[in-house]
């Protein structure tokens, strides 16, 4: 039953002549009162679109897209927060057969620039309070003004989505690009993760294995579409299966939490384990006082604190089940919750793979080791049917570096115990896991450097109760300049890269430890 599923997916999602928006959007709105978004922001503005309302918005939107010369496989950037006009614009973007290019609201300038430049992006769409963040790229602009007043040269979402002509979706292949997704950068600049279209049964198997999203769940995914699990899973999924996702775009606070859930009677959550780690350090009382409907609660974006679990079991009465994943695999080994799947948790494990991959533990040559070893997590792409991932956007040299035989290396370490539960222990590369994001030191680094003070500087993770893991850094000052106060650095990386980004702690050093070769040795910094 499992496995035709799979199959079924595979062979539906990987044919030569598809239409994405029929498949995301427009079967759906064949029931035209089939919800497909409920919305909230800050201010308590609430609404709602039915697939039908989406198809109806989004083929306008597209038809002014192709007036401005948007063809298949042209690459569109959208640097927009949960909202309506994301959902509206990636559809748009997909009815093209065009490629869709997520960037994260809190990127600065540089972050944004090196996408844009990177995946010769042809067009932005973004609001008038991120509009600032793209300097002189060459892409065209669409701006959602909002409340701000649309530049000069750039086009206006709402008013050129009312006059633009709709026509008829574009079809392309399961090996056509559905999505570049930029990583963090570790050792270099963050690649391009060219995700195709086939993609989408990977998606589908954890909506239903991992999620176990059923069609009377009320379903609310914390993650941000501008990464990987927000995006594969809070935006594309739920269209993909025709169930409604909330966007509840406001500061994340554990009460408004408990309210939205209460509000909308949420059964199926998913977050990050840092807010279940907020969320608990709010305290027993407003759990106790929560009217929550939960029947399933998720976590993904790194390891789960045990505590988390017994504590969720306890006060909520639904324990959280942990789950892993990467941005070039989506989930690919999960506690699952689908009952035909599910197992009793083991403190401590990520659980078990996903149907459709199979995954190993590899020794510094390549060799499948036995059970309790640890080694390196990798994927056996040749016994992986849902394994979707080849290649980086125009960069061989680190595609070649993922693989081995036929094996994708994920650069984690882990092992299994004697019944196939896998157990995280650590990375095998220096990215930072912090409050759900992945963070690579390539791009603070450089952030740093522009600095005028700064000479040099290495970060790392640092253990964290609340977020797993902060950004901190060493630096070697410029010979002669003062000590600036560190809060200074961490707002200029902030300001330049990202809110999530920015060292929260900051060392003054003679010297980093670097190998012969000149190569930072971060792992000895994260001795220290």
């Keep these: 039953m499992i ?14 002549n598809v239409s994405v928006a029929d498949l995301l959007c427009d079967r759906h709105a064949l029931m035209p009162e089939k919800v497909a978004l409920f ?30 010369g948007v063809q298949k496989g042209d690459r569109v950037a959208v640097m927009l927060p949960k909202s309506p006009e994301l959902v509206i614009a990636a559809l748009a973007v997909w009815r093209l057969g065009a490629v869709y290019v997520p960037l994260f609201t809190a990127f600065g300038p540089d972050a944004v620039g090196y996408r844009l430049q990177d995946g010769a992006v042809r ?74 279209v086939k993609a989408l049964a990977s998606f589908e198997a954890y909506m239903r294995f991992g999620l176990d999203l059923r069609d009377t769940d009320m379903y609310w995914n914390l993650a941000d579409p501008g990464w990987a699990y927000g995006l594969y899973y809070n935006l594309i ?66 390891p789960l604190n045990p505590k988390v679990i017994s504590w969720t079991s306890e006060m909520w009465r639904v324990p959280v089940y942990d789950h892993y994943g990467q941005t070039e695999l989506g989930m690919v080994v999960n506690n699952h919750h689908l009952p035909e799947l599910e197992e009793e948790i083991r403190p401590g494990s990520m659980g078990k793979a996903m149907p459709g991959f199979r995954v190993t533990v590899l020794d510094r040559e390549g060799n499948e080791l036995g059970v309790g070893r640890e080694g390196e997590l990798a994927v056996d792409v040749d016994r992986s049917p849902l394994c979707w991932f080849r290649h980086y956007w125009n960069d061989e040299g680190r595609t070649r570096e993922r693989f081995t035989g036929r094996y994708y290396l994920t650069g984690d370490a882990a092992a299994f115990d004697q019944d196939g539960f896998i157990f995280f222990s650590g990375r095998s590369d220096d990215i930072i896991l912090s409050a759900g994001y992945r963070i690579g030191p390539f791009e603070v680094e ?55 980004e920015y060292p929260r702690e900051i060392e003054f050093v003679d010297q980093l430890p670097k190998t012969p070769s000149g190569k930072i040795q971060r792992f000895l910094l994260r001795k220290t």
């Design 446 to 500: 450089s952030a740093l450097m522009q600095h005028e003070a700064v000479a040099e500087a290495a970060v790392v993770g640092k253990p964290d109760e609340l977020r797993g893991e902060i950004v901190k850094a060493y630096v070697v000052l410029k010979p002669g300049i003062p000590v600036p106060p560190p809060e200074e650095l961490g707002g200029f990386v902030k300001k330049r890269l990202s809110a999530h």
């Design 123 to 196: 067009l932005v769409v973004t609001d008038a309070v991120n509009r600032n963040k793209l300097g002189a790229s060459s892409a065209g602009v669409v701006t959602v003004a909002g409340q701000g007043v649309v530049e000069n040269g750039d086009h206006d979402f709402w008013r050129e989505l009312e006059g633009g002509r709709k026509d008829s979706p574009v079809r392309v292949r399961g090996d056509d690009l559905l999505v570049l997704l930029y990583t963090s950068g570790t050792t270099g600049n963050p690649k391009g993760v060219e995700i195709p």
């Design 3 to 16: 496995s035709s599923r799979v199959s079924a997916w595979l062979q539906e999602y990987g044919k030569e």
């Design 237 to 302: 999924g739920p269209l993909l299966i025709g169930k409604a996702t909330l966007f509840f775009n406001a500061p994340f606070s554990p009460l408004e939490t408990y309210r939205i859930m209460e509000k909308y009677g949420v059964t199926n959550f998913a977050a990050a384990p840092t807010a279940y780690r907020a969320i608990m350090a709010a305290g027993d009382e407003p759990a106790r006082r929560a009217k929550l409907s939960l029947r399933v609660a998720s976590s993904a974006g790194e």
């Design 39 to 68: 919305f909230e922001d800050a201010q308590g503005e609430n609404a709602k679109f039915t697939f039908a309302e989406l198809r109806e918005l989004s083929g306008r939107l597209s038809g002014f897209f192709k007036a401005l």
